[in-house]
């Protein structure tokens, strides 16, 4: 199964995207606790993609596809035109130092690289493309 | 998105929160908590029950304060946390930085303990 949606990066609609997201997976047999990680890293992406790469401008749009494959990895692509913003080139912060600074950033990414299985950078059509991977099961 | 309500039993602030907390809804859980510290609670509850999901965003505006709560000597517990809201929680190791209890009666109890 496949299912594609583009919205405006406006934090405002991260809710409809967590939702879509939510829709996707149902009825595929994928637990709440895991359906929310999903959900989490994806929020996560699109958040970051929104205020780093785009600056939260509603008139810029990313593209969020979900493969639902009969057997193998789930695949989430996120699609946009901009600078990119690589996660797998940010280093993460120590947790002991965010507490310390009082900083309330920088735990998305530690997220996502501990809920997905994998992550790529790939260029299609002169766009950014972010596949990410997690196995089921 | 998200609703935060406010009530004060026993010289205890309990803040609930209702629906979910991401990127843009996070700032109103921030002001919440510096507004019961600016008012003077040193022993804040918050009910979880109806947290639907949070995102970093929320979980940083908890971390953010622990440091701050710890030279103030405010207690800080949570509680009624849902199985995949906690589990957010435990993947970054969070779970162990700050309080959380099952229900409202132990919360209640730790803050009054920790706060002595």
């Known amino acids: 199964m496949n299912y594609r949606y583009k919205i405006g990066c406006s934090l405002n609609n991260l809710k409809s995207i967590r939702d879509f997201i939510r829709t996707s997976l149902k009825g595929h047999g994928i637990s709440d606790v895991v359906m929310n990680e999903i959900v989490l890293a994806l929020d996560e992406m699109c958040s970051n993609l929104m205020i780093h790469s785009h600056h939260c401008n509603p008139e810029h749009q990313l593209e969020l596809h979900i493969r639902i494959p009969q057997k193998g990895d789930l695949v989430f692509e996120i699609i946009d035109e901009s600078n990119l913003f690589d996660i797998t080139k940010f280093e993460e912060p120590d947790l002991g130092n965010l507490i310390h600074e009082k900083r309330k950033g920088g735990l998305g990414v530690r997220l996502v690289k501990k809920i997905m299985d994998s992550i790529e950078y790939l260029s299609k059509d002169g766009k950014n493309v972010c596949r990410l991977k997690k196995k089921i099961g | ?116």
Do not use: P, W
Request: glycine residues 6%.
């Open chain 2, 1 to 116: 998105m998200v609703h935060i309500k406010r009530l004060q039993e026993e010289g205890i602030d309990c803040i609930a929160i209702i629906g979910e907390i991401d990127a843009s809804s996070s700032i109103e859980l921030d002001l919440t908590i510096a507004k019961s510290v600016g008012e003077g609670f040193r022993k804040i509850v918050v009910d979880c029950t109806a947290l639907e999901y949070i995102s970093s965003a929320g979980l940083g505006v908890f971390m953010s304060y622990i440091e701050e709560f710890k030279d103030k000597n405010i207690a800080m517990v949570l509680f009624g946390l849902k199985e995949k809201v906690i589990n957010t929680f435990t993947i970054l190791g969070l779970a162990d930085l700050l309080h959380i209890c099952e229900n409202k009666t132990e919360a209640k109890k730790l803050v009054n303990e920790l706060s002595l």
